[in-house]
């Protein structure tokens, strides 16, 4: 399977987005066929420390059990002891070609949602973008005003051989335009950790 058909179905979650336990909710996610996790432990009333890392190898064991690709937030030090596949990077978080040189065999990607972002990005050395906020949003408290689905356009016709994944406000309702947009993939938080029945929602997607 390419990077491309790996970050199809893309679930970001930390125990913060959970209203319930977030492995039974990993793992009702991954028997509804998701096929990357982003472990993102961030913001208000999430985990730090020793129970931040005891979660993520938790999380980390399930999806090697499924062969679901493991990404981890931002946070560069959980990289090597949740021997992740990968890490994902916003535009104020740590600088891609530094991540390069420190990860040279990981998968690193990249958030963007504007041209001027683009433009001072290294793209040259990351595996893939994400592209958004597509929609409006509430999971994250400084998320930025939605791009809307021609921002994936945009960007899939600038770097047409790159994988590209839409975030930002995806439900099961509206992940079709997104991919019709030009997305390889689609990534979720509260559509799928809020949802009752988490397995239904991911097949949909």
Not at 123 to 147: E, H, N, Q, R, W
Not at 180 to 203: F, K, M
């Amino acid at each position: 399977m390419n990077l491309q058909e790996r970050l199809r179905k893309y679930l970001i979650m930390g125990s913060q987005n959970c209203q319930r336990d977030s492995v039974a909710i990993l793992e009702e996610a991954i028997a509804g066929g998701i096929t990357a996790f982003q472990f993102r432990e961030k913001g208000p009333n999430a985990l730090e420390g020793e129970e931040k890392l005891e979660l993520g190898l938790k999380l980390r064991q399930l999806c090697r059990k499924h062969h679901v690709l493991f990404i981890v937030n931002d946070d560069s030090v959980l990289v090597e002891p949740l021997e992740a596949d990968g890490i994902h990077v916003g535009q104020d978080d740590m600088d891609v070609e530094d991540l390069r040189s420190t990860f040279p065999n990981k998968i690193i990607g990249l958030s963007v949602s504007s041209e001027a972002e683009v433009r001072n990005s290294a793209i040259d050395v990351v595996d893939y973008l994400g592209a958004g906020p597509v929609f409006g949003t509430s999971t994250k408290v400084d998320a930025k005003a939605p791009v809307g689905v021609e921002w994936i356009t945009s960007v899939k016709a600038m770097f047409p051989d790159m994988p590209l994944v839409g975030i930002g406000g995806i439900t099961a309702q509206n992940s079709r335009s997104v991919l019709v947009a030009g997305a390889d993939g689609v990534s979720v938080i509260s559509a799928v950790t809020h949802a009752d029945d988490v397995r239904s929602v991911v097949e949909q997607l």
